[in-house]
């Protein structure tokens, strides 16, 4: 192989056609320089707002004869702000850095920029890209990350589309990584070399490729462990009079239970919620009590959150400082809730009607999130994370589910990153779910483990095959239809409770 001259390659590299987008991206320290912008009117105002919104301390002179009350207010509360209300003239670029033609005078604006190049300063001239020394690209922000987006002048709507795209799919949590690999490279020891290996080691997992054919393997796992649990039961079923007597023997509450569970899984993975809710609503309506009820669904949520939890910490969307604060708050208010349910397990005909009146509450929660277009944000994320678990945890030991429903859409409501709280919440409820099931079992002396085992069992069945049904089934129908039952349920306890006291 014959090696090209350090000279040759740069001749090749100088005279090859430039193809594409040919900007070279930088980031200016507006802190530190002067920006005259002329024109105060609608894209004026858009300018100084894109201009504040990414450097808030920037010195700009605003050149204008007529100003909007907008423009105004924004120099009042942004102390870099200077407006000058007149003409523009070429001494108003003397102390210029940088300059922003804003105007809608077509000549004026080739003054400003012939002046402007006099000065060997660059500008932008507002759409007109052909004028244009730079352009400011439609930014993404997540604390110090910081991503600009260019389309070359071609058009500006589809970087806004994919401003939109990216915000949404990058988590704010992101910027908390950002953070401790700064705080990482800081305490490294050792050369150049040795500390960017050990930088690129700890980031690798930013751009992991995909393996689909490892999920593809993971559902040739379960259909494997499925298909052969069929076999085995219809050979023992045709083969051995034993096994068949035994399980006619068994208590038809437990096929009843069975067939619950695994359909309430498959609602709960379609819709992401309502498990705990259908499942104690639906205990409740078959005789069983409060305590015993919520036993049965906190035993059969182990197993589902375990794996759904294990999965979002291989995926990386657990937020390990909310995961802290949310644990242990947490597990002492369910433990707390499981006890005092547990105590009063010889009043259930007392405590079944605040349990189905909770259960009433959850059931028109989830009719007004099924009409709901869109989850509104709160300007702050909300800040009590710990009381936030408490109550949490305890209500749903009473109540015998509302763990996502309260602690999800609190902290999605506050501005927290869905993906980020979905994980960090299912993880959290693995631990509340074994903490509350450890307590009842050592409160109560049940009598009702057809039901639990029926939906410990049914919900294990489909936790494998929900994801997959999520896919294929209009949410918003489910949880329309999974609302009114448990209202209309919940209302027939309370009102058969009312009849029976009155």
Same mark, same amino acid.
């Given at each position: 192989?014959?090696?090209?001259?350090?000279?040759?390659?740069?001749?090749?590299?100088?005279?090859?056609?430039?193809?594409?987008?040919?900007?070279?991206?930088?980031? &200016?320290?507006?802190?530190?320089?002067?920006?005259?912008?002329? =024109?105060?009117?609608?894209?004026?105002?858009?300018?100084?707002?894109?201009?504040?919104?990414?450097?808030?301390?920037?010195?700009?002179?605003?050149?204008?004869?007529? !100003?909007?009350?907008?423009?105004?207010?924004?120099?009042?509360?942004?102390?870099?702000?200077?407006?000058?209300?007149?003409?523009?003239?070429?001494?108003?670029?003397?102390?210029?850095?940088?300059?922003?033609?804003?105007?809608?005078?077509?000549?004026?604006?080739?003054?400003?920029?012939?002046?402007?190049?006099?000065?060997?300063?660059?500008?932008?001239?507002?759409?007109?890209?052909?004028?244009?020394?730079?352009?400011?690209?439609?930014?993404?922000?997540?604390?110090?990350?910081?991503?600009?987006?260019?389309?070359?002048?071609?058009? /500006?709507?589809?970087?806004?589309?994919? #401003?939109?795209?990216?915000?949404?799919?990058?988590?704010?949590?992101?910027?908390?990584?950002?953070?401790?690999?700064?705080?990482?490279?800081?305490?490294?020891?050792?050369?150049?070399?040795?500390? !960017?290996?050990?930088?690129?080691?700890?980031?690798?997992?930013?751009?992991?490729?995909?393996?689909?054919?490892?999920?593809?393997? *993971?559902?040739?796992?379960?259909?494997?462990?499925?298909?052969?649990?069929?076999?085995?039961?219809?050979?023992?079923?045709? #083969?051995?009079?034993?096994?068949?007597?035994?399980?006619?023997?068994?208590? /038809?509450?437990?096929?009843?239970?069975?067939?619950?569970?695994?359909?309430?899984?498959?609602?709960?993975?379609?819709?992401?919620?309502?498990?705990?809710?259908?499942?104690?609503?639906?205990?409740?309506?078959? =005789?069983? /009590?409060?305590?015993?009820?919520?036993?049965?669904?906190? &035993?059969?949520?182990?197993?589902?959150?375990?794996?759904?939890?294990?999965?979002?910490?291989?995926?990386?969307?657990?937020?390990?400082?909310?995961?802290?604060?949310?644990?242990?708050?947490? *597990?002492?208010?369910?433990?707390?809730?499981?006890?005092?349910?547990?105590?009063?397990?010889?009043?259930?005909?007392?405590?079944?009607?605040?349990?189905? &009146?909770?259960?009433?509450?959850?059931?028109?929660?989830?009719?007004?999130?099924?009409?709901?277009?869109?989850?509104?944000?709160?300007?702050?994320?909300?800040?009590?994370?710990?009381?936030?678990?408490?109550?949490?945890?305890?209500?749903?030991?009473?109540?015998?589910?509302?763990?996502?429903? *309260?602690?999800?859409?609190?902290? *999605?409501? =506050? =501005?927290?990153?869905?993906?980020?709280?979905?994980?960090?919440?299912?993880?959290?409820?693995?631990?509340?779910?074994?903490?509350?099931?450890?307590?009842?079992?050592?409160?109560?002396?049940?009598?009702?483990?057809?039901?639990?085992?029926?939906?410990?069992?049914?919900?294990?069945?489909?936790?494998?095959?929900?994801? #997959?049904?999520?896919?294929?089934?209009?949410?918003?129908?489910?949880?329309?239809?999974?609302?009114?039952?448990?209202?209309?349920?919940?209302?027939?306890?309370?009102?058969?409770?009312?009849?029976?006291?009155?």
């Amino acid at each position: 192989m014959t090696l090209l001259p350090k000279d040759k390659k740069l001749s090749i590299v100088q005279n090859k056609k430039a193809e594409g987008n040919t900007l070279f991206p930088v980031f &200016l320290k507006l802190n530190e320089l002067h920006t005259v912008l002329i =024109g105060a009117g609608n894209v004026g105002l858009e300018k100084l707002t894109a201009i504040l919104h990414n450097s808030p301390g920037a010195s700009v002179t605003v050149i204008a004869l007529a !100003v909007l009350p907008e423009v105004q207010a924004l120099a009042v509360d942004y102390k870099g702000i200077t407006i000058v209300q007149k003409a523009f003239s070429d001494a108003d670029l003397n102390n210029a850095d940088v300059v922003i033609a804003a105007t809608n005078d077509g000549e004026l604006n080739n003054f400003i920029r012939q002046s402007a190049h006099d000065r060997k300063l660059l500008i932008n001239v507002a759409d007109k890209p052909e004028l244009c020394d730079f352009y400011l690209g439609s930014i993404v922000q997540k604390g110090d990350l910081k991503i600009a987006i260019s389309t070359n002048g071609k058009s /500006p709507t589809i970087a806004k589309r994919l #401003k939109e795209i990216l915000n949404e799919g990058l988590p704010d949590e992101l910027d908390n990584s950002l953070q401790q690999v700064s705080a990482l490279r800081n305490s490294l020891n050792g050369d150049f070399a040795s500390k !960017v290996k050990k930088l690129n080691e700890v980031t690798a997992v930013l751009v992991a490729p995909k393996q689909p054919e490892k999920k593809n393997f *993971i559902w040739l796992i379960w259909g494997t462990i499925v298909i052969s649990i069929l076999v085995a039961i219809t050979v023992l079923w045709l #083969k051995q009079p034993e096994f068949k007597n035994y399980v006619e023997a068994i208590n /038809p509450l437990f096929y009843y239970f069975l067939g619950a569970g695994f359909v309430f899984a498959l609602i709960d993975g379609a819709i992401g919620m309502s498990y705990g809710v259908t499942s104690t609503t639906f205990s409740l309506s078959m =005789g069983i /009590p409060p305590a015993s009820a919520s036993m049965g669904v906190h &035993l059969s949520e182990i197993m589902s959150n375990g794996i759904a939890g294990w999965m979002h910490y291989r995926m990386g969307n657990i937020n390990w400082k909310l995961f802290k604060l949310l644990l242990i708050p947490g *597990i002492i208010g369910a433990v707390t809730g499981a006890y005092l349910l547990s105590s009063l397990e010889h009043y259930s005909q007392y405590t079944k009607p605040f349990v189905s &009146l909770y259960t009433l509450i959850l059931g028109l929660v989830i009719l007004s999130k099924a009409f709901k277009t869109g989850v509104k944000k709160s300007s702050e994320k909300i800040k009590n994370i710990p009381l936030l678990g408490l109550g949490g945890g305890f209500i749903d030991a009473v109540g015998g589910g509302g763990w996502g429903s *309260i602690v999800l859409s609190t902290l *999605i409501a =506050g =501005g927290r990153h869905p993906r980020f709280s979905l994980g960090t919440v299912k993880l959290s409820r693995f631990f509340i779910a074994v903490m509350s099931s450890i307590t009842f079992f050592t409160m109560l002396n049940t009598h009702h483990w057809e039901a639990v085992a029926g939906l410990v069992i049914g919900s294990a069945i489909a936790s494998p095959i929900a994801a #997959k049904i999520s896919n294929r089934i209009s949410a918003k129908a489910i949880m329309i239809s999974v609302a009114i039952i448990v209202i209309l349920i919940s209302i027939k306890s309370i009102v058969a409770f009312l009849t029976k006291v009155l």
